[in-house]
């Protein structure tokens, strides 16, 4: 059974930095292409960036220069580095590998 479990999220200043993480259990991520998502209250659930089997990671323009995703093999996990937040990150992210996903954690960014 794979299971997914983001965890990193708070709350941090505008222009503060966070760093997620996505536990994977049941599945080896350096095999698999994976996603972080986010959704805001009330909006749809976005890609915001990935990471491919091969490593080579793909960012949204949202993401672009700010996000960082990368992978640690030896724990399984795969993390987005965000720094220089802004309100309008403020969502619950989520990871995903395939058709499953984890519970998402909660980022919100106000003064």
């Known amino acids: 059974q794979v299971q997914l479990e983001e965890s990193g999220g708070g709350l941090v200043q505008p222009g503060g930095s966070l760093r997620l993480s996505c536990s994977a259990s049941g599945i080896i991520v350096s095999n698999n292409p994976m996603g972080w998502y986010r959704q805001p209250p009330g909006k749809q659930r976005d890609l915001v960036a990935g990471?491919?089997?091969?490593?080579?990671?793909v960012y949204t323009d949202s993401a672009k220069g700010r996000f960082t995703v990368f992978r640690d093999s030896a724990k399984n996990t795969v993390y987005l580095q965000m720094n220089s937040l802004q309100p309008e990150d403020s969502a619950v992210y989520y990871c995903s590998i395939g058709d499953t996903w984890g519970q998402g954690t909660l980022v919100t960014i106000s003064s």
């Open positions: 990471i491919a089997r091969d490593g080579r990671p």
